[in-house]
């Protein structure tokens, strides 16, 4: 019954569309709804009144748990204002695991305290029996000179070569803001931040699925990953952006038989899990306290897929450009990558 409305994007109103689908069925929902900021969308108001807001938000929540399958999670991507209610209400029929605060720096503007983070909830439908992988990005490190950003002293030795376990607050990943780099849609989400979600809670050919589709960001995220997708919008000029862009997706975000996500021609998320079968396709620092100032690297770097079809470049994304950053140690020139 679910087969027939996976790998698509249906278009229409969430609540009415959510209907067809059946109880316990999809393994991940993830909702990134209109934060009611009066934004610019084509098919939709995002200006409520207060409880108006709240009330509908808390019908598709609703929905979103239901369908979800006992071992599976439930996210919910918004500013913390409104986050604190959908919480309220969910603590009653799902299980809380964590509030994951997705750094969002903003220009100064004159006053304390300004919105610098989105938050996205993260449920499990039951206690007990979900998915959950631990995942690593790579090490944080100073964008100039290349070196790790913490001091680590004596410890360097025992660093994981790949990069620290992620925790609940990510600084590694920013929003898109150049309109060059975007499609035409006010607020499409970085897509290697659905990968990491994806990648944390579901396994090759699970149910993602997304009631807030926009242009799509989820769907192509879960069919590069391997896994099967739905995602409902009710304007049909972003569904058939996502079409468009699902067409040219591959199931390719893959190194050997390990699903991973790429990102800027590097791997910016692993499983911890599948270190073991990724690490020989890595140049790994010898010895590992080089690792201050020396990336692991990509033996060949012709095992990075080809990101195409979509908003790809992110000039803003905090790494480093290994090309043709150098830094001088010593005598030594380095080549940092
Ligand atoms: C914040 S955006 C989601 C953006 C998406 N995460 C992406 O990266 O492209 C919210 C989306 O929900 C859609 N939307 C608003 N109300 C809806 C409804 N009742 N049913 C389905 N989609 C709706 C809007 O058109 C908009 O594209």
Partial sequence: MIEKYTN???QGDCLELFKKIPDNSVDMTFADPPFN????YTSCADSLEFQEYLNWCEKWI???VRVTKPTGSIFLHNLPKWLTYYATYLNKFANFKHWIAWDAPTAPMGKSLQPSHYGILFYTKDIKGAKIYELRYPHKRDRKQGFLWKDYGGKKDLLHPFGPLVSDVWTDIHRIKHNTKRDQHPCQLPIHLMDRLILMTTDENDIVFDPFSGTGTTAISAKRLGRKYIGIEIDTKYVEISEKKLKNTKQNFKVGDTWVSFYLKDIVTIR???WNNLEKYFIIPNPLRSIDYQRVKL???KIIPNENGFSLEND???KINGEDLKISIGSLEEKVY
């Fill in 62 to 64: 609703y929905e979103m």
């Fill in 8 to 10: 698509r994007i249906l």
């Fill in 37 to 40: 900021l009066k934004k610019k």
């Fill in 272 to 274: 911890n899990n599948d």
């Fill in 316 to 318: 803003e994304f905090d």
């Fill in 299 to 301: 033996k060949d770097k």
